[in-house]
């Protein structure tokens, strides 16, 4: 089990899939492959952004959080963040919005975390909720458990972005029984866990594409254009 800071927050950098999934992987991603929840009205572009996102790897914590990769962490030419990937394909678009509270509360439907775990995706952590219930879920756990009155409740105490989890660790492929690990902290959930090097030959087959590519532009050279000449005049 490997002992790590779970927060990314190097730079994202413009760089090919293999080259992504390779770095998650280091850092002790694990490869999934959710299935479809039955009863789920799906977009087509939400199952693309959230096949992508678990294709590069997802860090999976012992307190049964899971991350993205940090490009995820932020929405993009039209795609929401992370967490809102994981919403929308694990429980469908969110619900009608309420009608206006009696005190006036927000009630605008948000995707709150029940982990108080901005970048987390699992779908045991995320719900649709009204804005005010998200907002009450900042206050909780002044006791050390959960005391919000939410249902369904959190599974932490809230802690602000700045929190290091240090308590937290990463399960990864070296982890001794990784599988069962993941499957009681996802319990209710089907998936798969892809072997390590699941992608290798595709990546290979890219790198290998990329490379011939980029020599070819490096070696093209280009031919000067002939100068007119014209004709001295007599």
């Not at 932490?156 to 937290?168: C, F, L, M, P, V």
């Amino acid at each position: 089990m490997t002992t790590t800071t779970t927060t990314i927050t190097s730079k994202v950098k413009r760089s090919s899939i293999p080259t992504i999934r390779s770095a998650m992987l280091e850092r002790g991603a694990l490869l999934f492959r959710f299935e479809k929840p039955t009863g789920v009205t799906h977009k087509q572009e939400h199952i693309a952004w959230f096949e992508q996102m678990q294709e590069v790897g997802l860090l999976v914590t012992t307190n049964g959080c899971i991350l993205p990769y940090e490009n995820f962490r932020n929405s993009s030419k039209g795609r929401p963040k992370g967490h809102k990937i994981s919403a929308y394909y694990f429980l469908g678009g969110p619900p009608p919005r309420q009608e206006m509270h009696p005190h006036g509360w927000p009630t605008e439907m948000q995707v709150s975390h029940r982990c108080h775990r901005k970048d987390c995706v699992s779908p045991l952590h995320v719900i649709w909720e009204p804005q005010w219930k998200n907002l009450k879920r900042n206050y909780c756990g002044a006791d050390g458990s959960c005391d919000c009155g939410m249902t369904p409740p959190c599974v932490a105490t809230y802690h602000n972005d700045g929190w290091q989890y240090d308590d937290d660790e990463i399960i990864s492929y070296s982890t001794d029984g990784y599988r069962r690990q993941v499957a009681d902290l996802l319990s209710g959930r089907r998936f798969t866990i892809l072997p390590k090097n699941h992608y290798e030959s595709i990546d290979n087959r890219k790198r290998k594409r990329d490379e011939r590519l980029h020599g070819k532009r490096k070696n093209k050279v280009a031919v000067p254009r002939k100068k007119k000449i014209k004709p001295s005049e007599s």
